[in-house]
């Protein structure tokens, strides 16, 4: 099914999605090891993101979402199985100018009590946080205001390899190509690099996250898709 528009009255689907996809990415038991032992602080907190993502006030970002049923004969019991959010604040660079500071959800997340959610290990919940900022400014901001940036992409494991990833992806591409814009770019973990490579994504970098002092880190790809690629 082709994507659509998400809608506020998607956040308990799209939580749903959120909350059984993304443990199967490292990045994700890696900032949220407790999430088993305090599920209530691990939904609170997910849901408040995804709500943040859908309100149409933050205009900044935009959810799309594949909806799909596991029995192809009963389509009327479709429901959200996949989703992405892109940072698409180009728009609002485009009226205000290059300056223009995009609206910060995860920030918001943290002063309505994020910065205490017991789910998390907020030494590497910030490094990681921290780290991908940092990563954005040296590989993508030299580009300009004309891109887009893939913050999330998840599917359900169940309806995983149906093509939902990539058509939503694809969905993205052909925006980049419509608007005109640069490239899309996005923070590769594990579990997206070879989807990213396969739909032609080029890596600009790889970088490391990591608490001083500790073992355990992450290493996620810095790459991008250039519109005249396709």
Not at 69 to 91: K, M, N, Q, R
Not at 198 to 223: H, K, N, S, Y
């Amino acid at each position: 099914m082709k994507p659509r528009l998400g809608l506020p009255s998607d956040a308990e689907a799209v939580t749903k999605v959120i909350i059984e996809t993304m443990p199967l990415d490292p990045q994700w038991n890696y900032r949220f090891p407790l999430r088993l032992k305090f599920p209530d602080d691990h939904y609170k907190y997910t849901r408040m993101l995804i709500e943040y993502f859908l309100d149409p006030a933050y205009d900044d970002w935009l959810v799309m979402v594949v909806e799909d049923s596991l029995d192809p004969h009963s389509p009327e019991d479709a429901t959200i199985v996949a989703f992405g959010v892109w940072d698409v604040s180009y728009l609002n660079k485009r009226v205000y100018g290059p300056s223009y500071q995009p609206q910060d959800p995860v920030t918001d997340v943290e002063n309505r009590g994020g910065s205490m959610r017991r789910d998390a290990n907020h030494e590497r919940f910030n490094a990681f946080w921290k780290g991908q900022i940092q990563a954005y400014k040296l590989y993508f901001s030299p580009i300009g205001p004309e891109q887009i940036h893939l913050q999330i992409l998840a599917t359900l494991p169940a309806f995983q390899r149906r093509g939902h990833g990539s058509s939503l992806c694809e969905w993205a591409m052909e925006l980049v190509r419509r608007e005109d814009l640069e490239d899309m770019s996005v923070m590769a973990s594990p579990m997206g690099y070879e989807l990213y490579t396969w739909l032609g994504f080029e890596t600009v970098a790889r970088f490391r996250i990591q608490v001083p002092g500790e073992e355990e880190g992450l290493t996620l790809q810095a790459m991008i898709y250039k519109r005249f690629n396709g």
